[in-house]
Nanobody
């Protein structure tokens, strides 16, 4: 009974910015690693960025220096600030979280996906 809800997708021109949010809710004991993946039509899903509960981050080479992942542990929320957007960033972006639930056990959860379109 854990769910991830994403917001913030939309249409933006090349060079523009967007900020994605993903909030986890439900019977949560602890949220561990959170991350963002993306999938373009006809292409495989790829990892964009991830962040540990302690704030350690890593990024795909294609977004390094342009995207910033962050989190608010009190709100069980992860963010993705996307700057200097390029047409090749166009994809559906999915939030992912590894969560220890109150009933015991650790599970992997996914958000519903949010569309990001970069086009002139």
């Amino acid at each position: 009974q854990v769910q991830l809800v994403e917001t913030g997708g939309g249409l933006v021109q090349p060079g523009g910015s967007l900020r994605l949010s993903c909030a986890a809710s439900g019977m949560i004991f602890r949220v561990n690693v959170m991350g963002w993946y993306r999938q373009a039509p006809g292409k495989q899903r790829e990892l964009v960025a991830r962040i540990t509960s302690g704030g350690n981050t890593n990024y795909a080479d294609s977004v390094k220096g342009r995207f910033t992942i962050s989190r608010d542990n009190a709100k069980n929320t992860v963010y993705l600030q996307m700057n200097s957007l390029k047409p090749e960033d166009t994809a559906v972006y999915y939030c992912n979280a590894d969560i220890w639930v109150l009933a015991g056990g650790k599970y992997d959860y996914w958000g519903q996906g949010t569309q990001v379109t970069v086009s002139s």
